[in-house]
Structures are given as C-alpha cells and as structure tokens.
C-alpha cells in the first residue's frame, strides 16, 4: 500500500517525537520514525545529540521525508539547559501530540515534557521489565506486549484505559555481507544463541545445563553465542561436558546473516532476549527456550506471538529437548516450526497502519491477558546479579572513595580490581573502535 493511502492527511495533527538518541537499530526510534513518515502527518522529532556508535545513516535516510523536521539538542551536563531547550522545541511546534521515546533514567527529556505539553503525550513503554520514572508525564502508554501492560497496571498504577496495545518489528540490517562461522558448518544444525550478558548468567546456571543436554542429545549440534562481553560467559561454557562444540563471537555487525546461515535459536535464560527472539521469528527459524510457569524477566511469547497464541517457551525441561532433539533431526520439521513463527509476527505495514489509527484516536480494544508475574524472582535476578556479576555498582564506590576503597573494603579486592581494569578495557576499545573478546 502506497505511503500516501494509508490515511488521509488531517492539517490539524502535529506531532513532536522525543527520544534520545538517533541511532541505527537502537530502541524503537527507526520503527515508530518510519511510521510517521508514513502518517504524513507533519512532525518534529527531537533528539539528545549523541556519537552514535552504530551510525545513524540507515535512520537518518528513512526521515527524508516533507513532513519530518529533525532538531538535535546538545548533550550537556548542565542539566536544565537540556531540559529548557527541549521545552522551547515542544512548545514553539505546537503538537496536539508527544511522542515519549526516552530512556528511563533519563530525568531531562521527561521533565521538559511535563513543563511544556498542552496536549496528550504518548509513552512508548519498551523498557517494559524495568523500573522507569515519567509515570506523570504519560496520558498513554504504548505497550508492545501482555508483560508489561501487566506491570503497568499492577506496578506503576496505570488504568486500563491507558494503555495502548502496538507490538514491534525488528529492523533487519540485511545489506552487511555474512563474515563466516568460527567452524566448518558442514553437516552440522547450527544453533545461535546469545545477547547481553547478564541474561544468560543465572545462578542456577541453567541456560548452560540445558544447552549441555542438548547438545548431549544431538551430536549433530554445534553452537555460536555471540555476546559483547564474554569474560563470565567463558568461564561458564569451560564447565560444559560439551564445551568443544560451543563456539563464541563478540557481537556482530552481520547478524542478520548469521541468523540467515543458522538454522535455530537457543533463547537466553533468565532473561530472555526480545530483539533475538523477534531476529530469528523474521527470518524464519525455530526457537528452543525455557521459561518458568510464573513468568519473571524469561517471558517470550509476547514479543513474537502477535498473530498467534501457540506457546513458544517450554515449562518442562523435557519437553523442551524432545523438541529440541526433533528440531535437530528433521530438516522439513524445523523449516515447519521456523514459517509458524514467521507468520505470528507483526510485520511493518500492519505496525505503521495500527500506529496512524492510534495517532487519530482509534483505540481498538486490546485483549490484554494479564499474566502472572513472579516478582520475587525478578528482584532477586538483579539483586544477585549486581552482587556477584555487575562491575557498575564498584564503579560508583571507587569514584567516590578512589584508592581508599581498598582500604574499606579488603575482603572485595578481587571485584574492585575487576570493576577497575573491565572501565581501562572499555576506555581501551573505545579508543580503538573495537571490542574485548
């Protein structure tokens, strides 16, 4: 459907779209900028100038539109100078909507919404698993999934009727050429698998447990996990009974023809990743995955299943290497299972139709099945993960006490000094625009 038909263009709709940041494939800006390009409705996008690391060239061709006025606001940390220039924007352009797209430890962007809107604001919950701050500033939340409508209701104290009903569509960067396994993949079912680390390392170690039983079950198996910081995952794959078959890559810029060239999906545990999960639905390929009966941060239907209810997360590990073991023998069942998840996914003319009828005040009812959420055990993830994985919680103290920090805390000698040297090796490849293996 041509751009110019899918809504006529109403001269008295104005949007201003706060986010911040312009980066490629970072957050939902592409996905909801694309969608206002395709509104024409006239809009003015306002971005917190910051170095993308990514690039922004791929963004920045899809807002080459007449309807779209981009205004970037210099990072400073004079904060109220952000948060006023920000304000004079939304205030000159006039909206009769804001678009919410901000971080959610971002205080400036939200308070220069709440001083300066006269008109509905709209937030754009992708944080959806995390505590956020701006509760005031919102008239709407968009939600993209049962999961966080769920916490929105039960957590922030939102009221049924504000909140929106707007799943997403991964961004595919397809153009990059496929740089190559780090193993001949010969006669081998490729399993990827993968994502920040904190989501894979578990106390109980089961996202490694379980990816040991299936490979056990399929010698025919090999894997890749690709993950940005590998330090701590290493040191878990070295206590895998099949740990010559896993295979590690630092986070690839070609990871849409890894996926083309993979044939399944191994979804992270305890958190499951969103962006994964939606890459391997797109093009086509099976997920294994577990979650727990009472859903904490592993809950994955959602961010996939649009067109369909069938569950995708196994609540036994038994039926999860049945599963993954018959994936792993028979080519046609795993094409099968990969097309079943191709089809449950929201794709983009049906993401930008949706979002056109919300920006002109048709709400379809959303369905939205409150789910039952374990926070408990959501609290004690990130409370155990700070405690025994997370190097920023160190940071804060050596800034503050610098090299006394030894001297008030002896018996942490070994975290300190991890925190200290992982912040050099950042430094390091920033540096040399690369990253630590």
């Known amino acids: 459907m041509p751009q110019n038909e899918l809504v006529a263009v109403d001269e008295k709709q104005r949007i201003v779209f706060v986010c911040n940041r312009i980066a490629d494939n970072c957050e939902l800006v592409q996905q909801y900028g694309r969608a206002l390009v395709a509104s024409s409705i006239p809009t003015l996008i306002i ?92 008239d709407y939340s968009i939600e993209f999934r049962p999961y966080g409508s769920t916490i929105s209701l039960e957590k922030r104290e939102l009221k049924r009727e504000q909140l929106l009903y707007l799943p997403y569509y991964p961004i595919l960067s397809t153009n990059i050429p496929f740089q190559g396994f780090p193993f001949n993949r010969d006669g081998k079912v490729v399993i990827l698998t993968g994502g920040a680390a904190y989501k894979m390392l578990g106390t109980d170690n089961l996202f490694f447990n379980n990816l040991d039983m299936i490979l056990n079950d399929n010698s025919n198996a090999v894997v890749l996990l690709a993950c940005g910081q590998l330090a701590d995952i290493k040191v878990r794959i070295k206590s895998m009974k099949n740990r010559n078959r896993v295979f590690t890559t630092s986070f690839r810029k070609d990871i849409a023809s890894v996926f083309m060239n993979s044939d399944i999906y191994y979804g992270t545990y305890p958190m499951s990743g969103g962006l994964m999960s939606q890459y391997a639905a797109t093009f086509g390929k099976p997920i294994i995955a577990y979650a727990k009966e009472k859903v904490a941060l592993d809950e994955m239907d959602g961010v996939v299943n649009y067109h369909n209810d069938l569950p995708i997360a ?4 038994e039926e999860m290497r049945i599963y993954a073991k ?37 709400y379809p009812m959303a369905d939205y099945k409150t789910m039952d959420i374990d926070y408990v055990s959501i609290s004690r993830f990130y409370l155990d993960y700070h405690n025994n994985n997370s190097a920023g919680n160190w940071n804060l103290v050596i800034k503050v006490l610098k090299l006394n920090v030894f001297l008030y805390f002896p018996q942490y000698i070994g975290e300190i000094l991890k925190a200290m040297l992982n912040k050099v090796g950042k430094k390091i490849c920033k540096v040399f625009n690369t990253n630590l293996l």
């Open 47 to 138: 971005a917190i100038n910051r170095e993308s690391p990514v690039g922004e060239q791929n963004i920045l061709n899809d807002l080459q539109a007449a309807n779209i006025t981009i205004e970037r606001v210099e990072e400073s940390n004079k904060h109220l100078d952000v948060v006023k220039k920000i304000a004079e924007l939304i205030s000159s352009y006039q909206p009769t909507k804001i678009l919410a797209h901000v971080w959610p430890w971002d205080t400036r962007p939200i308070v220069a919404i709440m001083s300066a809107k006269q008109c509905p604001c709209y937030n754009i919950n992708f944080n959806d698993h995390a505590f956020w701050i701006g509760k005031s500033m919102l």
């Open 314 to 317: 196994f609540h036994s590990f």
């Open 326 to 362: 018959r994936l792993c023998e028979n080519e046609m069942y795993r094409k099968a299972e990969g097309q079943r998840l191709y089809d449950s996914m929201i794709k983009q003319p049906e993401f930008e139709k949706l979002f056109i009828d919300m920006m002109y005040g048709k």
